[in-house]
């Protein structure tokens, strides 16, 4: 934990660009938890779900924890399934950026065509290092096939107010945030709330981090509203793993993203010939890598895993997906 802060040492792992990119990023993408009903302040949200602790040790992969953490919410209280620990090593490897750590786009890239595996396949070995946090050794037939099972997620963004973000908590059951931090802070970054930066009065750079929201959220403490979430230092920071953001956090201007993801739903026609994310989607869906040659373009390879897949759900194979093959493809998991 303490080498993580040593600053200039080790990344934190969000690689931050300015705050107008951030902003325009933020803008660009559909937004959830704003028009839904207001959020009760007056009784705790809390859940039945447990989620283990994660530990990035030395490596930035605090991107890859993030994801992790947020599919495994999502596929236990959203999809009904049986929970199962994923891998944050399957994520941060597909999609770190040079150096260590991870950009808000390629966090959005890789939940939408790349997906994770389990813990099970790719276990994160104790004090590990970002070398091995990179590591593709995994990778395999079977290992990528599984990962391309748990793609085809859209990110979507959540207004950056503590209401906004309780509201989607609520609704969608988890919230990402991608935070700049800073050492030095009273309260630190090892407390139970933490203090946002204040640049002007200390000398020690600017970090990024990525965490993911608990599932509960707690009745105010003496009037402040508390936003919980999961730390991926261990279980010694914080509440047992757990820190709480306050509205003076949430409103510093140092939340540079807060967002959730949500299943991807086909409602476009394609053709032999469509070209763009819908077809990305399309191609992932059906078990087609991100790296398949002609990623993103309906050719005739593309064209043959719909009419396979066409045959193999009772629909006639056209390889035309119409409004049949669209509901069939959004009916799976």
Not at 25 to 38: A, E, N, Q
Not at 146 to 161: E, F, N, Y
Not at 272 to 292: A, E, H, I
Request: a positive charge.
């Amino acid at each position: 934990m303490k080498k993580i802060l040593v600053e200039g040492k080790y990344s934190h792992g969000a690689k931050l660009y300015s705050k107008g990119k951030h902003e325009k990023i933020h803008k660009g993408r559909d937004y959830v938890g704003y028009s839904s009903i207001p959020y009760d302040w007056t009784k705790a949200l809390v859940r039945n779900y447990t989620q283990p602790i994660k530990n990035q040790y030395q490596a930035g992969m605090c991107g890859g924890e993030l994801y992790s953490q947020a599919m495994q919410i999502y596929r236990t209280l959203v999809l009904g399934l049986p929970f199962q620990e994923l891998s944050e090593i399957s994520f941060y490897s597909q999609n770190y950026a040079s150096g260590g750590g991870m950009t808000i786009d390629a966090m959005s890239n890789g939940a939408s065509f790349k997906g994770l595996t389990t813990f099970q396949n790719v276990p994160t070995p104790v004090n590990c290092t970002e070398q091995q946090s990179e590591s593709t050794k995994w990778e395999n037939t079977t290992t990528l096939a599984d990962c391309l099972l748990k793609s085809g997620i859209q990110m979507v963004s959540v207004h950056r107010d503590i209401d906004s973000i309780a509201q989607a908590i609520r609704d969608y059951k988890f919230v990402g945030f991608m935070v700049g931090g800073q050492n030095g802070q009273t309260p630190s970054w090892l407390s139970f709330i933490p203090s946002p930066p204040t640049p002007n009065t200390n000398s020690n750079p600017l970090w990024g981090h990525f965490l993911c929201s608990t599932t509960n959220i707690p009745i105010p403490v003496n009037g402040k509203k508390l936003i919980p979430f999961y730390q991926s230092w261990g279980d010694s920071v914080g509440d047992k793993g757990i820190q709480y953001f306050d509205e003076n956090y949430i409103n510093s201007g140092y939340i540079y993203d807060a967002f959730t993801f949500t299943k991807f739903l086909f409602n476009k026609d394609l053709q032999l010939g469509s070209t763009g994310t819908d077809v990305k989607y399309l191609q992932v869906k059906l078990g087609m890598p991100s790296n398949t040659f002609g990623f993103g373009i309906f050719g005739p390879k593309t064209l043959a895993v719909v009419k396979s897949y066409q045959l193999k759900n009772g629909i006639t194979p056209t390889g035309y997906c119409g409004i049949l093959t669209r509901n069939s493809l959004n009916s799976k998991i």
